[in-house]
């Protein structure tokens, strides 16, 4: 009960327009009021949120909107149906946003004027134990935004190589000791396959000092987090086909929670590409299907830290289509 008092309070702070309870208690956004005003909305046009989640976003663009506006919100997860919004301009696809084009065009959509991903977890997510995104509870270790999906991080950890899960920290969690973790996950599933966070989490406490030990245990679940729900290659796919679906001068808005996900947003804003090369043309001028709207990364100040901390660790980028 303290836990959901706690949620409560915090949630109290938040701007969206929302006063569904439900909705606010479901995840605080980062960064609302840069989002929207990142998306530039035009009252009769058509935008897309990528990530509904708790609507929080989807309530404030819909609120910019006029009469012939229209909003299309994606959602994989089940427990976002709940929060689906009655109204005649918004559209609920259930579905990874790694299919934007095809549901765009089932919807007789050929064009957009915006789009928003919040590529953070939620706070939903992290606080309900039993969807395994948290190492504070002992719950099932599933991490799947799709709850349908077959691959679980349970799955992953017992039937994974040792290459493979070295990989998966390495390149996920950003471990250098990657090796060594796979190497002592392959010893341990052979007694007992992993299913629980804190038995999984034992075996994990002898490479983390105490001083790093959460910094750490976070770097592992994120690892497992991305893979477990590809989500590289689903970001990846998203910002090759906002290139085909965006109107001229339409915005990409994405929030994203850690560098692996900045780092390929800001090459793919600056480059067009995910390798951040740069092909100018003859005058110098850098070929990029894009500009960016803010030169420099957006973040959260003191008071929104202060009322969401989890807003600390997110980074706002806005682009625009030349």
Known sequence: MK??????????????????????????????????????????????????GGGGHSREILSKLGPTGKLLGFDQDEDAIKNGIN????????????????????????????????????????????RGFSFRFDGALDMRMNTKSPL???????????????????????????????????????????????????????????????????????ALRIEVNKEMDVLKSLLEQSLQVLNPEGRLVVLTYHSLEDRLVKNFFRSGNFEGKIEKDFYGNILSP?????????????AE????????SAKLRIAEIK
Do not use: C
């Not at 836990?3 to 938040?14: V, Y």
């Not at 894009?290 to 003191?302: F, M, P, Q, R, T």
């Open 3 to 52: 836990i959901k008092k706690r949620q409560i309070q915090d949630e109290s702070n938040s701007n969206s327009t929302s006063g569904d309870w439900e909705a606010v208690v479901y995840h605080t956004p980062a960064l609302l009021n840069e989002t929207i005003e990142g998306l530039h909305i035009k009252p009769d046009g058509v935008y897309v949120d990528v990530t509904f």
């Open 87 to 130: 109204d005649p301009r918004f559209i609920f696809v259930r579905s990874n946003f790694r299919y934007l084009t095809n549901f765009l065009r089932y919807h007789n959509i050929t064009k957009v004027d915006g789009i928003l991903a919040d590529l953070g977890v939620s706070s939903h997510h992290f606080d309900e134990a039993e």
């Open 152 to 222: 679980t991080a349970a799955v992953l950890l017992n039937t994974y190589s040792e290459e493979q899960l070295a990989d998966v920290f390495y390149l996920y969690g950003e471990l250098h000791n990657s090796r060594k973790i796979a190497r002592t996950i392959a010893i341990a599933r052979n007694n007992a396959p992993f299913d629980r966070i804190f038995p999984f989490i034992e075996v994990l406490k002898p490479f983390f000092g105490r001083e790093k030990e959460k910094k750490d245990m976070a770097r592992v679940f994120q």
């Open 290 to 302: 894009l500009k960016a709207v803010n030169s420099k990364v957006i973040i959260a100040d003191e």
């Open 305 to 312: 830290v202060e009322r969401n901390p989890r807003a600390r």
